[in-house]
């Protein structure tokens, strides 16, 4: 253990902060999500399983952000654009969003606000930030990622969010922005994440990277991000591995 964790240290030798993707690596967006359907959406929405509406809202995620990202539209909060992901799930699933009172409607939305973590991800982040600064890059935006850190106790240094690097992951911009505002060279950041193409867009623009195995994010019959695809500093099972491992 000792000579793994030395080996893996020496990998993000020079690295003095980690950044952290949110949905799916630190909190557990799918269970969280499904369990606020299941209370607040249930009357509207007595046949759909919560599970498979969670699924349904969060595939509107990156067609949404794209259209900002090609150009589309402007730059546009990720709580408007989960606002609208919702009414276009309704209307697919055959309700009409006009059929359910707005102020459901924002406090159904306002369940992005309300993740839980993963087991791991405060005791984890707690040893992590004896050594480095911690801090998430997301494409949330900062109301929601501090609402989320506040509800479930996440020790960030900073809290970071889209609007801040005005650009939406994988746009080189949303990771050299935020290490711009840290005040760091991207090699010595290193982007923490459960996803292989957001360690890849990490990579491609020089910061160092650490992937964190979450086989469950999309439930138990999860295929994609399995396993680590790409040459990363860092595999870890979870943030205390990640911690033993590095700090």
Do not use: C
């Not at 924002?106 to 801090?135: M, Y």
């Not at 479930?152 to 080189?172: N, R, S, T």
């Amino acid at each position: 253990m000792k000579r793994k964790r030395a080996a893996m240290g020496a990998r993000l030798e020079g690295v003095e902060a980690l950044v952290f993707d949110m949905f799916g690596t630190v909190v557990d967006w799918r269970e969280s999500m499904a369990a606020e359907v299941a209370t607040l959406l249930a009357e509207y929405l007595p046949t759909v399983d919560p599970r498979e509406f969670a699924d349904l809202w969060r595939a509107e995620y990156q067609p949404s952000m794209e259209r900002v990202r090609n150009g589309s539209r402007a730059f546009t909060r990720l709580d408007v654009l989960h606002r609208e992901n919702l009414e276009t799930v309704l209307d697919r699933l055959g309700v009409d969003p006009a059929t359910i009172p707005p102020p459901v409607l924002d406090e159904a939305n306002l369940s992005w606000h309300r993740l839980n973590p993963w087991p791991d991800s405060v005791p984890g982040l707690t040893r992590l930030k004896d050594r480095f600064i911690i801090a998430p890059l997301s494409n949330a935006n900062v109301r929601l990622a501090l609402d989320v850190a506040k509800r479930a106790q996440l020790p960030w240094d900073a809290i970071l969010g889209a609007e801040v690097a005005g650009a939406y992951k994988p746009e080189p911009a949303a990771y050299l922005r935020t290490v711009e505002i840290l005040g760091l060279a991207p090699d010595r950041v290193a982007m923490v994440a459960a996803h292989n193409s957001d360690l890849a867009a990490a990579s491609d623009v020089g910061l160092r990277t650490v992937f964190v195995r979450r086989a469950t994010e999309h439930g138990p019959n999860q295929t994609s991000d399995l396993v680590p695809d790409g040459p990363w500093d860092v595999v870890a099972e979870d943030f205390e591995d990640l911690a033993d491992q590095i700090v």
